[in-house]
């Protein structure tokens, strides 16, 4: 994005960590971390009530931490500066976790599963039930399935899509293209149909001035998005 140009909307974007950490490709769909920890979070929020999917491939795999999961409104916005907390260190998110085997409910617990890339993490919000489901390669089957059981005073509002890793690289689908597995039932509905959070057009804003100053400061790009 430059200085002056039409701001484009994106399904997600950098939301915890140092300017650069991300690069993400709109066309391709791709997230690549340049290892440094940090966090990226839909524009779309699942409501309460709804049930929400989403899909990332892992393309190349983060050995250290990737956390996949969701946040509510609550989980605060760190942009520009270094920030130890991810997906699933707070109260108002929650991740799993397949390179350490824990699960990130604002602490750690076990999850004895082992992701690789080219495996396909299924994510999924119940706001009915109040459960978040997981999948590999489509499989549902323990240690995945449900594994929050997530508080309402938590949730909030409810949910948006958001995941943080060191490095790697993932390909996201939030329902531009069609989903390689199947959700938990057919009532769950595409991240991307969902509407975006009221507070989404500050952000943008909040965005464009930070990359002002950037440029102006000579630093360059406040992430690279790859608008194709």
Not at 25 to 40: C, G, L, M, Q, Y
Not at 167 to 196: I, M, S, W
Request: charged share 25%; glycine share 10%.
């Amino acid at each position: 994005m430059r200085l002056g140009a039409t701001v484009l909307r994106r399904p997600l974007a950098l939301f915890r960590g140092e300017l650069g950490a991300v690069q993400v490709d709109v066309k391709e769909r791709t997230v690549t971390f340049a290892d440094s920890f940090a966090t990226v979070r839909s524009a779309q929020r699942c409501p309460l009530g709804g049930k929400g999917y989403y899909e990332l491939e892992i393309l190349e795999v983060d050995v250290e931490c990737p956390q996949y999961g969701f946040a509510s409104a609550a989980f605060a916005r760190v942009l520009g500066a270094k920030s130890g907390d991810g997906v699933g260190d707070d109260a108002h998110s929650w991740a799993v976790d397949g390179a350490r085997q824990l699960k990130w409910p604002d602490g750690e617990e076990p999850y004895k599963c082992t992701w690789q890339a080219g495996d396909v993490i299924g994510l999924a919000c119940d706001l009915d039930k109040m459960q978040m489901h997981v999948s590999v390669n489509g499989s549902f089957a323990a240690p995945n399935g449900v594994v929050f059981e997530l508080a309402p005073d938590a949730v909030g509002d409810g949910l948006f899509a958001a995941f943080t890793c060191q490095t790697g690289k993932v390909c996201y689908n939030l329902g531009e293209a069609h989903f390689r597995h199947a959700p938990p039932a057919a009532e769950y509905q595409a991240f991307a149909d969902f509407e975006e959070d009221e507070e989404e057009e500050e952000d943008v804003q909040l965005e464009a001035a930070l990359q002002m100053s950037l440029e102006n400061a000579g630093i360059g790009a406040l992430e690279t998005v790859i608008y194709k």
